[in-house]
């Protein structure tokens, strides 16, 4: 929870992609509180009482989970909030803003979107939103121990340089130091 609330603070990408894996150890652990409590929040920390905050914070994501039937796939409302806040920013940054350097960083990792969409068949997904899934899939392919192939891993450092730059800009946004000159 600590963690989440790090990330959500310092950088939005790295938050969302901690909870799409949050998530994720919730399925594999079968949604059992006790499992999670004693494989992965008793590793994260030693003292009681922040224990016991984060067994409630995964206590009520995993309500949110089972009342929205997420229990094969799907992300919580707190993440589709950020994913949705950032497309918002990221086409406003390709817009209404007209951020060169943003737009630059955004041509070089449009043909690796669309592969990536392609492959997944998932066209209804946002650019930002299959940046996201890409990086948490590299992280569980590394999990796994598997290879990643040299055009692959390019393809991710292009969603990691977005995202990065997105997060910088959403970080801006949020404390009000975001300045852009609008054009007519």
Not at 66 to 83: C, N
Not at 89 to 114: F, K, M, R
Request: glycine share 4%.
């Amino acid at each position: 929870m600590l963690i989440a609330l790090q990330k959500q603070k310092e950088n939005i990408a790295e938050y969302v992609i901690y909870m799409f894996q949050v998530e994720m150890i919730i399925r594999s652990l079968d949604f059992k509180i006790d499992d999670i409590f004693d494989h992965y929040i008793c590793q994260m920390t030693s003292i009681p009482e922040a224990r016991q905050d984060v067994k409630k914070w995964y206590e009520e994501i995993i309500a949110e989970m089972r009342e929205k039937k997420l229990e094969e796939k799907g992300h919580i409302g707190l993440v589709h909030e950020s994913m949705d806040e950032l497309t918002f920013l990221h086409n406003t940054l390709l817009t209404s803003l007209e951020d060169t350097e943003y737009q630059e960083v955004h041509t070089e990792a449009g043909p690796y979107i669309q592969e990536l969409r392609d492959r997944s068949q998932s066209n209804s997904l946002s650019d930002i939103e299959v940046c996201l899934t890409g990086i948490f899939g590299k992280l569980t392919l590394r999990m796994a121990k598997k290879e990643i192939s040299d055009e692959t891993e390019m393809a991710f450092e292009s969603f990691t340089k977005l995202l990065a730059m997105l997060s910088l800009r959403f970080k801006d946004f949020k404390t009000g130091n975001l300045k852009f000159q609008v054009n007519n």
